[in-house]
Structure formats: C-alpha cells, structure tokens
C-alpha cells in the first residue's frame, strides 16, 4: 500500500502560525497572551473564545459537583460583551460546566470537537438542555472545542 506523504501546511497558514507563535512568545503577562489569542481567533473568523483550565486532581474525582465549587478553575471570555454573561451562568450562578457531557469528552481526547458531535446523538437531562437553551440564547450556534491539556491540567479553547 501506498502511503500519501502528510501535506505541508498552506504558505498562509504556515505564516500564521509562525506569527501567532512568535507573539505568544513576545507575551509577558496573562492579558497579553489572551489578547494575542483574540486576535488569532478573530483573524480566523470566530466570534470570540472561552479559555478553560482546571486541576485534573479536581476534576478526576467523583463527585465533581462538589470539586468544581471548591477548586478555582481559570476561565477567561474574550469576545463579544454577551460571551461574559454567559460564561458567569455556565461557570458561576449556575453551574452547568459540572453536567455538560462536552466535558468529559474534553477529558478523554487531544482531538478538536464541536458540541453538537457530543450532545447530538445523546438523550439530555434537564440541565443539559438548559445548557443547550442558554448556548443558544447568547447566540452560541456554532463552536470548537480545541484541548490544550498539560500534565496537571485540563484545558480548552472554547471557541465560537
């Protein structure tokens, strides 16, 4: 059997990169890296992305219900004004990080997904439609999940 040579990067695309990566590396605080990341999601025709990271000590655990309150996990909305709302009720008021199947697909896999790969095929309880329903109320139709993990962190670029 033949085996197709993987492919080069496009020269744009290879650009890019080389740029983004060259800026990141300039970055000296939190914010400038964020802003960088912005930027590079804009240019590539997102709205706006959610930066997500937490302890996988915390998150492994059980009764994550609990963990999730306790642990402080690093969120960070970029975007539109709306995604900061949104990312209060999914993260803080009311908690539907804890009961989103997105999750733990996050947890199991270094491959990008979109939601609807994850929740489309699956029967969702009432939290989970909420979570659906609020996506959709702040205009949340389509999205990426990029997983950033590192060995003591899950992470993601939520990215919309």
């Known amino acids: 059997m ?3 040579p ?8 290879a650009i890019f990169l080389a740029a983004l990566r060259d800026e990141l590396a300039a970055c000296r605080t939190y914010d400038a890296v964020m802003d960088a990341t ?3 999601v804009t240019a590539l025709g997102a709205t706006g ?13 059980r009764d994550r ?5 306790r642990e402080a996990n690093l969120v ?5 004004t709306t995604l900061k709302v949104f990312e209060a009720i999914y993260f803080r ?22 939601t609807d790969e994850v929740m489309g095929p699956m029967t969702l309880n009432r939290r989970q439609k ?12 389509h999205d990426l999940f990029v997983p950033l993990h590192t060995p003591l962190r899950y992470q993601a670029l939520y990215i919309f």
């Open 49 to 61: 992305f959610i930066y997500w990271s937490a302890v996988r000590a915390v998150v492994d655990q």
């Open 93 to 114: 008021r009311r908690g539907l990080v804890v009961d989103d199947p997105t999750i733990d697909r996050l947890m199991a896999t270094n491959e990008p997904f979109t």
């Open 76 to 80: 960070t909305a970029r975007g539109p």
């Open 6 to 13: 993987a492919e080069a990067p496009e020269p744009d695309a």
């Open 38 to 40: 912005e930027r590079a």
């Open 65 to 69: 219900h609990q963990a999730f309150e």
């Open 130 to 141: 909420l979570n659906l329903t609020l996506m959709h109320r702040f205009g949340v139709y």
């Open 2 to 4: 033949d085996a197709t």
